[in-house]
């Protein structure tokens, strides 16, 4: 996609401003600070799935204007490939012209930016003067150009230590975009008031040197999406206005619904606009949504009184078909009105009516004359969050109900069973095709766990945060170095938080592999693992010709050969087992035909003397 005003020239392709406009008209129509859409890896601006046509739909439903809306393809046209080549330092240079020349083509001081996942990394590195030699030039940084920066499921901690290139968590480009004039810094510019900042975490709430509260920070964090997966909550930003947890999804599937879920937009665009270039346009109108007699007569107001509204008034019916809502008009009209001018609607039916003035929200309204407009009520409080799965219902005082997630595909019937955060609409359609405003409510489910943690299975255990029947079922059923993430809820740790009393319990058989690699060699031990008063001397003997037992006291693998925590014994070891806590022996037995097994063997004392 290509879709830029004739005369600006941005260096990228993408989309943005208005096509009928000029540069000159730009400049003199805005009144909202100008938003960047910046995607992220795999896609590009348009992109079906990863772009930002969704975000840009959420911005012009709030009043913004074409003009005002801009996002570029900074990793090809029509890109569809990930790239982990450093595509920071190796694209930062056509991000800092496209986005420099937005700011001079609309004769701006500030820019928005709204990021998601790499694109979140492209504008730390823009905001910082990140160069395409991969050093940080502070003399180029563009922090004054920023108004707000959100930032959605970034990686800003990285991907993990065990991703690559800049993705890796500690390598010198992560290490580096944390740094700005002497000093380690999420949100230089950022918010200089501990009291004005939100964050899930008390640590996340930070005031350096730096902060002079210019720039305007939010970041959210998909709890469990392909990013937060592979690095817990690397997509906060310390020291935000806001840093906010969501429950959209697992996975990739988490990390899509980030863009395109309303409850998120709502969240942060009270953040938007913080910096507008000139004051803004204001109508009102003596009418509310509503049913009233034949002739209806709707008067506006509008400030400054100088500028000019533009109305576009339909009668409309709608109908449910295959999921979709069909809207027909049977009549439209439009006109210009001046402070204090009336527009009457001439026919009896249901009226959509949008009025707009340069520089002003849309304001829209339903009007019903001489006919009644069926109502809905929401019947399902979101003041609190929900756990588990919620049934949203509604009421209607006639015609058929129906919802929706997304406003685009519908389902019949008063209730609506969600599973995440989501946004609920309910319509009512009655027999004639005259239908409700569409009425909407946000909800937030809660992030059920307080606190987590990633290691192996044994790690886990000998940490305290399994028990021996848990680990010893839970060894044999997806092996001891298993790498899992645990959840603490309600003061337990859980493998799965939505569901924590699903996980296998002590009764888990062993798996067929591991059964069927136990004919040779075998590792007895003559305390059977479980829960002790007190210290206990352990044997373990191992049977079969040839037989080496390698193992580890730690929790690492007792089959890696460069494990400097491997040890081994020949036939048999006696373990001294100290210590009030839990303690675990991970054994790799091989024989001198080739037979091996995995063996563990854990015991948990209570008192120590």
Same mark, same amino acid.
């Given at each position: 996609m290509n879709t830029f005003p004739a005369d600006?020239?941005?260096?990228?392709?993408?989309?943005?401003?208005?096509?009928?406009?000029?540069?000159?008209?730009?400049?003199?129509?805005?009144?909202?600070?100008?938003?960047?859409? &910046?995607?992220?890896?795999?896609?590009?601006s348009a992109h079906a799935k990863w772009g930002m046509g969704t975000m840009k739909d959420f911005l012009l439903a709030v009043g913004y204007q074409l003009s005002e809306i801009w996002a570029m393809d900074y990793l090809g046209e029509n890109n569809n490939s990930a790239d982990l080549n450093d595509p920071h330092r190796n694209h930062i240079e056509s991000f800092r012209r496209f986005v420099d020349e937005v700011k001079d083509y609309l004769g701006v001081e500030k820019l928005d930016f709204i990021a998601h996942s790499l694109g979140c990394g492209m504008v730390?590195?823009?905001?910082?003067?990140?160069?395409?030699?991969?050093?940080w030039d502070a003399t180029s940084n563009r922090l004054d150009t920023a108004g707000t920066f959100v930032s959605l499921a970034g990686a800003t901690y990285? +991907?993990?230590?065990?991703?690559?290139?800049?993705?890796?968590?500690?390598?010198?480009?992560?290490?580096?975009?944390?740094?700005?004039?002497?000093?380690?810094?999420?949100?230089?510019?950022?918010?200089?008031?501990?009291?004005?900042?939100?964050?899930?975490? #008390?640590?996340?709430?930070?005031?350096?040197?730096?902060?002079?509260?210019?720039?305007?920070? &939010?970041?959210?964090?998909?709890?469990d999406d392909f990013v937060d997966v592979q690095h817990q909550e690397t997509g906060r930003r310390e020291g935000a206005h806001l840093n906010k947890r969501f429950n959209l999804g697992f996975s990739l599937d988490g990390h899509e619904k980030i863009i395109k879920s309303s409850t998120v937009f709502n969240a942060f665009k009270s953040f938007l606009n913080k910096f507008p270039p000139l004051a803004q346009t204001r109508i009102t109108v003596d009418k509310d949504s509503g049913n009233y007699p034949r002739g209806l007569t709707v008067t506006v107001t509008v400030t400054p009184a100088t500028a000019t509204v533009n109305f576009v008034a339909e009668r409309v019916t709608?109908?449910?078909?295959?999921?979709?809502?069909?809207?027909?008009?049977?009549?439209?009209?439009?006109?210009?009105?001046?402070?204090?001018?009336?527009?009457?609607?001439?026919?009896?039916?249901?009226?959509? &009516?949008?009025?707009? #003035?340069?520089g002003a929200g849309d304001l829209r309204r339903t009007y019903g004359t001489n006919i009644h407009i069926p109502e809905v009520q929401l019947l399902t409080d979101n003041a609190v969050p929900f756990w588990g799965s919620l049934e949203v219902g509604a009421s209607c005082t006639?015609?058929? +109900?129906?919802?929706?997630?997304?406003?685009?595909?519908?389902?019949?019937?008063? &209730?609506?069973?969600?599973?995440?955060?989501?946004?609920?609409?309910?319509?009512?359609?009655?027999?004639?095709?005259i239908a409700s405003p569409v009425a909407s409510r946000a909800y937030e489910k809660a992030v059920a766990w307080t606190d987590r943690e990633t290691g192996t299975l044994t790690a886990h255990f000998i940490a305290g945060r399994l028990s021996v029947n848990d680990y010893i079922a839970w060894g044999l059923e997806l092996g001891f170095n298993a790498v899992l993430t645990l959840y603490l809820v309600d003061g337990t740790w859980v493998l799965n938080p939505e569901a924590p009393r699903a996980v296998a319990g002590a009764a888990a058989l062993r798996c067929p592999a591991l059964a069927a690699s136990l004919r040779a060699p075998i590792l007895a031990s003559d305390k059977a693992s479980g829960d002790y008063p007190g210290p206990i001397d352990v044997t373990l003997r191992a049977a079969g010709e040839g037989v080496t037992v390698y193992y580890t006291e730690d929790g690492s693998d007792p089959s890696d050969s460069k494990n400097p925590s491997r040890l081994t014994f020949m036939t048999q070891k006696t373990f001294a087992i100290r210590g009030k806590g839990h303690h675990a022996v991970l054994c790799h037995v091989q024989d001198g035909g080739g037979n091996w097994t995995f063996e563990s063997f854990a015991w948990s004392i209570n008192n120590q003397p």
């Open positions: 600006f020239s941005g260096g990228l392709t993408g989309f943005g401003g208005d096509q009928s406009k000029t540069m000159a008209e730009h400049r003199s129509s805005l009144q909202r600070t100008p938003v960047i859409l &910046v995607h992220g890896n795999g896609g590009h730390n590195a823009y905001l910082r003067g990140l160069q395409s030699s991969g050093s990285g +991907l993990g230590m065990f991703s690559v290139g800049e993705f890796k968590t500690g390598s010198p480009f992560e290490i580096s975009s944390h740094h700005f004039d002497g000093h380690d810094d999420d949100t230089p510019r950022g918010s200089n008031n501990r009291a004005e900042q939100e964050a899930p975490v #008390a640590g996340w709430v930070k005031v350096t040197p730096l902060d002079d509260g210019e720039i305007w920070y &939010v970041a959210i964090i998909a709890d709608k109908q449910f078909v295959a999921g979709f809502i069909e809207r027909t008009v049977a009549d439209s009209q439009t006109g210009t009105l001046s402070d204090g001018g009336s527009l009457t609607l001439p026919a009896d039916g249901a009226w959509d &009516v949008l009025f707009e #003035a340069s006639s015609g058929t +109900l129906y919802h929706s997630t997304d406003r685009e595909h519908w389902t019949a019937g008063a &209730v609506a069973i969600i599973d995440r955060t989501a946004t609920v609409s309910f319509i009512a359609i009655d027999s004639d095709g």
